[in-house]
């Protein structure tokens, strides 16, 4: 059978304005294009005029995946007019680029929108215009009962755009359990089916040469360091395990916070704390291969990639206790919970695995993650959905 034709419009999607935005969807498309042709339209603002002062287009083809990443300019601090104009060229500029596409390369077999706020505008237009299918991937929190930005806060007019699109949908999907029932709680006509994200097993993956664990103790968190990552808790938590193992270190990885990079030194704690910038999965694999533990001690989420990424390298987790850990941790198997928002419990989980209280199975952690998470496995479900729509 020939390869399906699969038109991506990713609302994120790593851009050089943003060049982690969004890069588990990219990491889908990678693992989709060892089955299906994909080809990835996205619209980025430019709104330093870094990349162009108008209009530039950059394209990346590699193995089955075309990206093709349409920067405009538009100045930040815009009024509301201009917030309508902005828009109005966003979704010009996704009928001009689809339009094109399709005369390069006829008709994709189906249109996959990956977020429907942004690129989901112009999804109905492209099944009313060209008679296309479209279906929907959701990564977005806001569905989540206890997130900080909630569907339910947005304007009526988006809530209402949202309904339209979900409803002319020809399938939805979400990386978890959790947020698929978020989903049908907001539309209750809806089944989402579950496929997870994914993790690249030849980045993350346990080097024997590159697995001499240091004998300081060591975690990592990976993170954007927001509210919702509970980044402090970590340090405080981390503060208490000082007391009984004063060599341990820990690693913080993500977006730099002037003020939890304070708190460390006001706390004495920079001889044991460090801080990085993001960067690249090749670089962040080596710091997880060096760590006794990875912790995620989020208030919610959708999935948790870094979960699957540690465990690629054979490193448990320590995570909080909430229900979307419970798709992807079995206590003492890959990881361990600790009571979510307590500094003290999650310091004692840290303390537990220092203690090594919990016998990790470092090979059975990496067979069970690659037999769950990775591209040939997930790219797989995704491409079997697209024959199941496809052949509706």
Same mark, same amino acid.
């Given at each position: 059978m020939s390869r399906r034709k699969i038109l991506w419009l990713c609302s994120w999607y790593p851009d050089k304005c943003e060049p982690y935005n969004g890069d588990f969807i990219k990491r889908h498309a990678e693992a989709v294009s060892e089955f299906c042709d994909v080809h990835v339209l996205h619209i980025a603002k430019d709104t330093n005029g870094n990349i162009t002062d108008d209009i530039k287009v950059e394209q990346n083809e590699m193995n089955g995946l075309t990206e093709e990443i349409i920067y405009y300019y538009i100045k930040k601090n815009i009024r509301p007019l201009e917030r309508l104009f902005s828009y109005k060229k966003y979704q010009f500029l996704y009928r001009r680029f #689809?339009?094109?596409? #399709?005369?390069? $390369?006829?008709?994709?077999?189906?249109v996959h929108i990956h977020i429907g706020r942004k690129s989901g505008a112009i999804a109905k237009w492209v099944k009313r215009e060209i008679g296309i299918k479209y279906i929907i991937s959701e990564h977005w929190s806001?569905?989540?009962?206890n997130a900080t930005e909630r569907f339910e806060n947005i304007s009526r007019l988006e809530r209402r755009n949202w309904n339209k699109l979900i409803n002319n949908a020809s399938g939805i999907s979400a990386v978890s359990i959790v947020l698929a029932e978020g989903l049908k709680r907001h539309f209750s006509t809806i089944n989402p089916i579950v496929i997870p994200n994914v993790v690249n097993t030849k980045i993350f993956s346990k080097k024997e040469e590159e697995n001499k664990i240091s004998t300081h103790f060591q975690f990592v968190h990976i993170s954007g360091m927001q509210s919702l990552k509970n980044p402090k808790l970590i340090i405080e938590a981390f503060k208490i395990v000082l007391k009984d193992f004063p060599d341990a270190k820990l690693n913080m990885i993500g977006s730099l916070d002037d003020r939890l990079i304070s708190y460390t030194k006001d706390n004495h704690l920079?001889?044991? =704390?460090?801080?990085y910038a993001e960067m690249p999965q090749s670089e962040l694999a080596n710091y997880i291969r060096q760590s006794n533990a990875l912790v995620l001690f989020?208030?919610?989420?959708?999935?948790?990639c870094v979960i699957i990424e @540690? $465990?690629?390298c054979g490193v448990p987790v =320590?995570?909080?206790?909430?229900?979307?850990?419970?798709?992807?941790?079995?206590?003492? #198997? $890959?990881?361990?919970? @600790?009571t979510a928002g307590s500094s003290e419990n999650l310091?004692?989980?840290?303390?537990? =695995?220092?203690?090594?209280?919990?016998?990790?199975?470092?090979?059975? =952690?990496? $067979?069970?993650?690659?037999a769950k998470y990775s591209y040939s496995v997930v790219g797989k479900q995704f491409a079997d959905w697209y024959e199941e729509i496809i052949k509706q």
């Amino acid at each position: 059978m020939s390869r399906r034709k699969i038109l991506w419009l990713c609302s994120w999607y790593p851009d050089k304005c943003e060049p982690y935005n969004g890069d588990f969807i990219k990491r889908h498309a990678e693992a989709v294009s060892e089955f299906c042709d994909v080809h990835v339209l996205h619209i980025a603002k430019d709104t330093n005029g870094n990349i162009t002062d108008d209009i530039k287009v950059e394209q990346n083809e590699m193995n089955g995946l075309t990206e093709e990443i349409i920067y405009y300019y538009i100045k930040k601090n815009i009024r509301p007019l201009e917030r309508l104009f902005s828009y109005k060229k966003y979704q010009f500029l996704y009928r001009r680029f #689809i339009k094109d596409y #399709i005369q390069q $390369n006829g008709k994709p077999d189906l249109v996959h929108i990956h977020i429907g706020r942004k690129s989901g505008a112009i999804a109905k237009w492209v099944k009313r215009e060209i008679g296309i299918k479209y279906i929907i991937s959701e990564h977005w929190s806001g569905f989540l009962e206890n997130a900080t930005e909630r569907f339910e806060n947005i304007s009526r007019l988006e809530r209402r755009n949202w309904n339209k699109l979900i409803n002319n949908a020809s399938g939805i999907s979400a990386v978890s359990i959790v947020l698929a029932e978020g989903l049908k709680r907001h539309f209750s006509t809806i089944n989402p089916i579950v496929i997870p994200n994914v993790v690249n097993t030849k980045i993350f993956s346990k080097k024997e040469e590159e697995n001499k664990i240091s004998t300081h103790f060591q975690f990592v968190h990976i993170s954007g360091m927001q509210s919702l990552k509970n980044p402090k808790l970590i340090i405080e938590a981390f503060k208490i395990v000082l007391k009984d193992f004063p060599d341990a270190k820990l690693n913080m990885i993500g977006s730099l916070d002037d003020r939890l990079i304070s708190y460390t030194k006001d706390n004495h704690l920079q001889s044991s =704390i460090y801080f990085y910038a993001e960067m690249p999965q090749s670089e962040l694999a080596n710091y997880i291969r060096q760590s006794n533990a990875l912790v995620l001690f989020s208030s919610y989420e959708t999935f948790g990639c870094v979960i699957i990424e @540690a $465990n690629a390298c054979g490193v448990p987790v =320590i995570v909080s206790d909430i229900p979307v850990f419970h798709e992807t941790v079995q206590q003492s #198997i $890959n990881g361990i919970f @600790a009571t979510a928002g307590s500094s003290e419990n999650l310091a004692r989980a840290m303390m537990d =695995i220092a203690l090594n209280k919990f016998l990790f199975n470092t090979q059975q =952690i990496i $067979n069970e993650t690659a037999a769950k998470y990775s591209y040939s496995v997930v790219g797989k479900q995704f491409a079997d959905w697209y024959e199941e729509i496809i052949k509706q």
